[in-house]
């Protein structure tokens, strides 16, 4: 894979702040937020990206603690078919219907961004689907 500087802009970006929302970092390499999810996604299926790193105080918790959570536009797919579709990967998550601007909601039992976007483009792939938002959670407060 040829990295570019538009490449080396957002790999830096996220060695500062591996968490910096991907419409940042398309603001601040003037492209499109899509565009910027297309080279993060094709750094990791090329291995120039190998992991994201958070430390957190969470981190000495049980790994089944620390979850992130898939919303997806379904569009006219339902929900059972989404669950269907990870059920066969064997991924660990709960999936609810929801009410609203979104009409599922995954929780996953998991917050490694490879996974996550793994994930995301699996359910993209299903035909109808409209959006896959990831929102890893980086706190939790009791």
Known sequence: ????NKDKKILALLRINSRMAIQKIAEEVNLSRS???KRIQNMINEKVITGFTVSTCFDEKKST???SYLLVKAGKVKCQKIFDLL??????????????????MIKVANSRL???YEMKELIKSINGIEMVYILPVLDIKS
């Not at 894979?1 to 570019?4: A, F, Y």
Request: proline share 3%.
């Open 114 to 116: 490879p996974v996550l």
């Open 87 to 104: 059920k066969c990967y064997h991924y660990h998550f709960e999936l609810e219907s929801i009410y609203g601007e979104f009409d599922c």
């Open 35 to 37: 565009a910027v999810d």
């Open 65 to 67: 603690e620390i979850h």
């Open 1 to 4: 894979m040829k990295i570019d």
